[in-house]
């Protein structure tokens, strides 16, 4: 008799759970909708990238025993930068290594736009003259020095008067 009770609660728990999931399974998700609809996605640049920069600017940080170079840039490459990178060297003056730092404009540079990168390197009296080394997450980049980097003109805007 256990047997048989046993076997048919057994029975009806299957059965609602059975039922349950069918009844789940009748109702419809939403529609599945694109984040990035009627977008277009550029993809980065892939190995070497173009970029024009200005003259560094390098101060002491007062108080802090620091070195700041400032470094305008632009993105000459006709896709977007990841990661643009640049590495500072500095050496004595016999030409050994003294310091170095790392300035980074973290996601993408986008064709024709200019941002600045800002390198701090802890100060050494031994400074005397420094190099740098550009890169970005996905190659190399060619840097080609430049006077002034100017932001393009807005399309359709009257030329500047001199």
Known sequence: MIRARFAVAATVVTATIYASAMLAAQATAPPMTSVLAGKKITPPQKGEALVEYTAPVTKAQAGKNMVVTSIKVRNQSPAPIARLQI????????????????????????????????????????????????????????????????????????????
Do not use: C
């Not at 310091?99 to 802890?122: D, R, S």
């Open 87 to 162: 590495a500072e060297t500095w050496y004595d003056a016999s030409g050994a290594i003294v310091a170095g730092g790392k300035g980074v404009i973290n996601g993408l540079l986008q064709p024709g736009e200019i941002q600045t990168i800002e390198i701090n390197t802890p100060y050494s009296a031994k400074m005397k003259s420094n190099n740098f080394n550009f890169t970005h997450a996905n190659g190399n980049v060619k840097p080609a020095r430049v006077k002034t980097l100017e932001a393009p003109a807005a399309a359709g805007a009257a030329p500047a008067k001199p």
